[in-house]
């Protein structure tokens, strides 16, 4: 079996079943051996045809009918318990990766793609479900069955039994021997696989990309080098596999053919009275003794295809468990810390404390945020604004704690967020993600995402304040529109305002808008910010805008530049003070008068 941390408790949970199954696969396994014991009584009988020849034969075919009707109830029930067993093992362990998928930080999404993940969840699962139930079977019929025939075939004549046994060792210790270089070319081979569902997944989600740019046959290419490599890896394996399997299928036929040879020899000379010397021992078996002796090799053929089965299941299914336990074990860099503190009843007044930033695959010298230091009070609606790639983005991942903060520190109602709950921090903070990322769900389900209880008058309120009511109730299926892949596809300005109600329905102390109006029309983005000043009045609002119009008209706006914190002030006092903001500004009356000039 296969025997890792992971495995073992789900082993361990399910051993009644395993118990079961075993239970019924070695009963099997047992009085199968019964048949070849009753073949060579009837070849005896048949030759001797001794008085009471009928009833020793009635006897045995009652006995053969027993056996069937035990080895049908036998493998019913343990392909019920070992199948069933396996596949809650699966069941588990995807429940545990789904699980771990969660707590698992930006940090591990940027270092390890999506497809590979997916290919975890999908191939190396159903390797290991494989492995442990058909593998399983395996292992216990090759041990038990091998061992009872062997001890019959040694009780028959072990002289005889040796020249089966030889062969049937070296296929052990080469099975092996051969594992472990199987393991390493399946790994190999699901390696490959990743790159071949990271390319795959890529291609899917920018297919409208590709599209535009014409690339299909460029791309094809692309896919089709990966997809040779990956058929190359697969044909690697099979062929090894197919050897391996083909040479035990040999040996065995070979051993058939000499127990043949050397069985009917020995009984035609214990006939004639001249017994044959195998191994220094007279070998004595009667015509009836051979066809058992044939009859029992005939079901050690079965364990050892077994092994050779084995050795290709158990390879693979350690190569898919390490990528799995890889995955299980990797490390939770965002955690809650012992004695966490439960923020209750937020005000919203968050203070930025000389904190600095760099992403962990950034080289060392470069920092996306440098010694950022302000403070913005419960209750305010503040703007950030900058150049791109100036930092905004990451000054408010990082006041999620979606990336732990080294340098510095971020308050929250005075609590340093390393030091509190991260659940209550989350649940105290609406964020509108700058992707707009909506679920292929109906709009409803998408706007009550943060509790699904909410009741439709809530979800049309929000969707009111995001100003995208009057869109969704013009779609046929209104707020039951399926957005997302597999539904209508939905304007960047409409999944903005969706994502917004999102954020909005939450009703948390503390709401951030990352660029999320920048793909509405200068009416639409009058009206969110009028909700936001009359709705979110005494909570704290976050707006991030690429457009100085959006911030204009607020109290204080946050200026950024290169990571830094360039000024935080009035719109009125930042036009003398921030070189950023002035710019910002003047390209703004620059675009307003060519777009007059235009009209
Ligand atoms: N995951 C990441 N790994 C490494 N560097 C990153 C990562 N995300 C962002 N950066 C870098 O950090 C800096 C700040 O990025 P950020 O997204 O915070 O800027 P931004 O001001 O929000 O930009 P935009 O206006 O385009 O939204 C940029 O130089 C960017 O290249």
């Known amino acids: 079996m296969l025997f890792n941390k992971h495995m073992l408790k789900y082993y361990l949970k399910y051993s009644w079943l395993y118990i079961l199954g075993i239970a019924a696969l070695v009963a099997v396994d047992y009085v199968q051996t019964w048949i070849p014991d009753y073949l060579g009584e ?98 216990v019929d090759a041990f038990f069955l091998g061992t009872i025939v062997i001890v019959k075939m040694v009780q028959l004549d072990w002289a005889l039994a040796i020249v089966a046994f030889i062969p049937m060792i070296l296929i052990i210790i080469w099975g092996f021997l051969i594992e472990k270089f199987m393991s390493k070319l399946w790994l190999e081979r699901q390696n490959n696989y990743d790159e071949l569902y990271d390319f795959s997944q890529e291609n899917f989600t920018g297919i409208r990309v590709i599209k535009a740019f014409v690339k299909e046959t460029a791309n094809l290419h692309a896919f089709a080098k990966i997809a040779k490599k990956n058929q190359m890896k697969n044909v690697s394996f099979a062929r090894v596999s197919v050897i391996f399997d083909v040479l035990i299928e040999l040996i065995i036929a070979a051993i058939a053919a000499m127990l043949l040879g050397f069985g009917g020899y020995a009984v035609y000379h214990s006939v004639i009275g001249q017994n044959m010397v195998l191994f220094g021992h007279e070998v004595t078996l009667g ?124 308050l929250i109602d005075g609590h ?79 999944k903005q305002r969706i994502s917004i109600a999102r954020a909005y329905i939450k009703e948390s102390p503390i ?29 704290t609002t976050i707006v991030i805008a690429s457009r100085v119009s959006t911030v204009s008209k607020l109290n204080r706006i946050l200026v950024l530049n290169d990571g830094k914190v360039e000024a935080f002030d009035t719109p009125e006092n930042l036009l003398k003070v921030s070189p950023t903001y002035q710019r910002m500004v003047y390209l703004q009356e620059l675009e307003k008068e060519v777009e007059g000039g235009a009209n």
């Open 42 to 139: 009837i070849t005896d009988i048949i030759k001797e045809q001794p008085s009471d020849a009928a009833s020793q034969m009635q006897r045995i075919l009652i006995m053969i009918f027993v056996v069937a009707i035990v080895m049908f109830a036998g493998r019913m029930l343990w392909r019920f318990t070992l199948f069933n067993a396996s596949g809650r093992v699966e069941g588990n362990l995807r429940h545990e990766m789904f699980l771990k998928s969660e707590k698992l930080s930006q940090k591990y999404y940027h270092e390890n793609k999506v497809g590979s993940i997916m290919s975890w969840f999908t191939t190396d699962l159903e390797t290991i479900e494989e492995y442990a139930g058909f593998g399983v079977v395996t292992i």
């Open 287 to 410: 015509a009836g003794g051979l066809v058992a002796f044939i009859a029992l090799f005939d079901s050690l053929i079965w364990p050892m295809i077994a092994m050779g089965q084995i050795v290709s299941m158990r390879s693979r299914a350690k190569a898919s468990l390490k990528r799995v336990s890889q995955f299980l074990d990797a490390e939770e860099d965002i955690k809650n810390p012992v004695n966490a503190h439960v923020l209750e009843n937020v005000s919203g007044k968050i203070t930025f404390n000389h904190f600095s930033f760099s992403y962990p695959d950034a080289p060392v010298e470069v920092k996306s945020l440098e010694d950022v230091t302000f403070e913005i009070n419960a209750g305010e609606t503040i703007g950030i604004v900058g150049k791109i790639g100036c930092g905004k983005t990451t000054l408010v991942n990082s006041l999620l704690r979606l990336y732990n903060v080294e340098k510095g520190s971020i």
């Open 416 to 494: 340093d967020i390393m030091e509190c709950d991260i659940t209550s921090l989350r649940n105290a903070i609406a964020y509108v993600p700058q992707d707009n990322f909506l679920f292929s769900d109906k709009i409803y389900n998408n706007i009550a995402f943060s509790d699904r209880k909410k009741d439709p008058v809530a979800i049309q309120n929000a969707a009111i304040f995001a100003d995208v009511h009057d869109n969704i109730a013009a779609f046929k299926q209104g707020y039951d529109t399926v957005s997302g892949e597999r539904g209508v596809t939905l304007s960047g300005g409409q």
């Open 511 to 539: 709401m951030i808008m990352d660029d999320s109006v920048s793909a509405v029309d200068v009416k639409t983005e009058e009206t969110i910010l009028k909700n936001i000043r009359e709705k979110r009045k005494g909570k």
